[in-house]
Nanobody, 124 residues
Framework: QVQLVESGGGLVQPGGSLRLSCAGS????????IGWFRQAPGKEREGVSC????????FYADSVKGRFTISSNNAKNTVYLQMNSLIPEDTAVYYC?????????????????WGQGTQVAVSS
C-alpha cells in the first residue's frame, strides 16, 4: 500500500525557513516523480516543485525559485523541500504527491498518490 506522509510544517515569521519532509512507504522513489503542491484557502492547488528520479531533473514554480530547494534521501525513501526566505504568500497546506510515470507533471491530476498535507503559516 502506497503511503506518503508529510511533516515539518508550522508557523514561521517572514524571512524564516522550514524544511518539509515527505516520507514514502509501499513504493520505491526511484520509479516515481515526486512533486510538492500547495493550496491556500480559497485558491486552487498549485505546483511548487518536483523531482524526477528518471533523470534527476528538478523543477520549481517561478514564485519559489531561488528560495525553495527540493532534495531526496533515497535510502530513507524521503523527499525534502527546504523553504527559505518565506513570505506570507507562502502560507498554505503543502502536499507531496507521487507520479508513477517518473515525469514531473504540472497538474495535480497527473499524480497518482497524495499525502495528507502539512500546514505552513508565515506571519509576524
Amino acid at each position: 500500500q502506497v503511503q506518503l506522509v508529510e511533516s515539518g510544517g508550522g508557523l514561521v515569521q517572514p524571512g524564516g525557513s522550514l524544511r518539509l519532509s515527505c516520507a514514502g512507504s509501499g513504493f520505491t522513489l526511484d520509479y516515481y516523480a515526486i512533486g510538492w503542491f500547495r493550496q491556500a484557502p480559497g485558491k486552487e492547488r498549485e505546483g511548487v516543485s518536483c523531482i524526477s528520479f528518471s533523470d534527476g531533473d528538478t523543477f520549481y514554480a517561478d514564485s519559489v525559485k531561488g528560495r525553495f530547494t527540493i532534495s531526496s534521501n533515497n535510502a530513507k525513501n524521503t523527499v525534502y523541500l527546504q523553504m527559505n526566505s518565506l513570505i506570507p504568500e507562502d502560507t498554505a497546506v503543502y502536499y507531496c504527491a507521487a507520479e508513477k510515470g517518473r515525469v514531473c507533471g504540472e497538474a495535480p491530476f497527473e499524480y497518482d498518490y497524495w499525502g495528507q498535507g502539512t500546514q505552513v503559516a508565515v506571519s509576524s
